[in-house]
């Protein structure tokens, strides 16, 4: 079993930055592609990036380009979701989830683990 815990989630004025982390603990060499998905209220779960597992390709909402970046250091087991220029309409439940495929994997489906999300809130 692997288990997935993020962290780094809090309040944020609009313009400003979180960086968010997910641990993942347990059988980590099943992990494969990871990802950021979010829910905010009254909404269907989103994916928000995605990345395969050595880094080499990506994938983006078209929502989040060009102010969220996406990373993963394997040694550590640990994913990152960097987020610049925050918007009000970023506020979310952020959840790391990981995938025994290797993948850039955009839909919630093609992934196996999920940690618990993080609240992240945007001022304006």
Same mark, same amino acid.
């Given at each position: 079993?692997?288990?997935?815990?993020?962290?780094?989630?809090?309040?944020?004025?609009?313009?400003?930055?979180? =960086?968010?982390?997910?641990?993942?603990?347990?059988?980590?060499?099943?992990? &494969?592609?990871?990802?950021?998905?979010?829910?905010?209220?009254?909404?269907? =779960?989103?994916? @928000?990036?995605?990345?395969?597992? @050595?880094?080499?390709?990506?994938?983006?909402?078209?929502? *989040?380009?060009?102010?969220?970046?996406?990373?993963?250091?394997?040694?550590?087991?640990?994913?990152?979701?960097?987020?610049?220029?925050?918007?009000?309409?970023?506020?979310? +439940? &952020?959840?790391?989830?990981?995938? =025994?495929?290797?993948? *850039?994997? *955009?839909?919630? +489906?093609?992934?196996?683990?999920?940690?618990?999300?993080?609240?992240?809130? *945007?001022?304006?």
């Amino acid at each position: 079993q692997v288990q997935l815990a993020e962290s780094g989630g809090g309040l944020a004025q609009a313009g400003g930055s979180l =960086r968010l982390s997910c641990a993942a603990s347990g059988d980590t060499f099943h992990i &494969y592609g990871m990802g950021w998905f979010r829910q905010a209220p009254g909404k269907e =779960r989103e994916s @928000v990036a995605a990345i395969s597992l @050595v880094g080499t390709m990506t994938y983006y909402a078209d929502s *989040v380009k060009g102010r969220f970046t996406i990373s993963r250091d394997n040694a550590k087991n640990t994913l990152y979701l960097q987020m610049n220029s925050l918007k009000p309409e970023d506020t979310a +439940v &952020y959840y790391c989830a990981a995938s =025994r495929t290797n993948a *850039v994997l *955009v839909r919630a +489906v093609g992934y196996n683990y999920w940690g618990q999300g993080t609240q992240v809130t *945007v001022s304006s």
